[in-house]
Nanobody
């Protein structure tokens, strides 16, 4: 599967953005999807991961819980990350990722989209 993330940009603290990740391939509904981010000088960290094919379960990093929501539209082969109440510390390159099973590491990665939150 090939992934392409977009929707990043510059936003003021307290604002919102919605990231999208378009996936190729007819087997998209079978993939487990997630969003990760990497800030300058830091290691990549997960933001929201393991959203099920039905979209009714996912895991969130404590730092974004209650502010970010991951969702998916299997008919459109797209996964979203709604980001509300953005903070300067959310500034990072955001990546979407996919894997075929819960028990493996994420295998496929998009190219990343920059999110910058100004104070």
């Amino acid at each position: 599967v090939q992934l392409q993330a977009f929707g990043g940009g510059l936003v003021q603290a307290g604002g919102y953005l919605r990231l999208s990740c378009a996936a190729s391939g007819r087997t998209f509904p079978s993939y487990i999807m997630g969003w990760f981010r990497q800030a300058p000088g830091k290691e990549r960290e997960f933001v929201a991961r393991d959203i099920s094919w039905s979209g009714d379960s996912a895991y969130y990093a404590d730092s974004v819980k209650g502010r970010f929501t991951i969702s998916r539209d299997n008919a459109k082969n797209t996964v979203y990350l709604q980001m509300n109440s953005l903070k300067p510390e959310d500034t990072a390159v955001y990546y979407c990722a996919a894997k075929r099973s819960y028990v493996v590491e994420y295998e496929y990665w998009g190219q990343g989209t920059q999110v910058t939150v100004s104070s």
